[in-house]
């Protein structure tokens, strides 16, 4: 029996499964391309769902597909543990359940440029970055993106009930859980 832990990174372009052995050597690897939504100047965004499904893909096929060299028998395998990463600043609003009510705006979504700006030109941005370690001048932190969700989609904004990362929305799916880290 083969002990393996896996990692799955959910990126800017696509997902990715891989595992390794105790010794740290790579047994599995998958990955699966996720659409980057660009209708508009300035939009960068990923279907939530179209990522979650593709996460679920790379994770079993990873599993189904390693534990073995080419040709020789499948060696058991079990899993230990998983870790999740995800690209910085990736957001999206959802509801009371969870349902998301916007697409992944990604860290290159550049909309919300103006709010950005306009949060700069307001208040002390050297004094929020030193408490929060956001540059709020930069369209990719979530602040921006939720007043410019607020600005241009009013209807999304009075009926989010959370604002999430592309791994915090994951992970719920996966556990039913809300949870976010540092």
Known sequence: MMDVVMGVDMGTTGVRAVLFDRDGAQVGLAYEEVPMLCTQPGMSELDPEAVFRATLSVMRRVLQESGGAAGAPRVPMTLQAIGFS?????????????????????????????????????????DLYRRTGCRVQHPSYPLSKILWLKATRPDAFAAARRFLTLKSYVLFRLYGVF????
């Open 86 to 126: 995800t690209q910085m600043h990736s957001f999206l609003a959802v509801d009371g359940e969870g349902t998301p009510l916007t697409n992944v705006l990604t860290w290159a979504d550049s909309r919300p440029l103006p709010q950005s700006l306009e949060l700069d030109r307001r208040y002390d941005a050297a």
């Open 179 to 182: 949870v976010a880290d540092r």
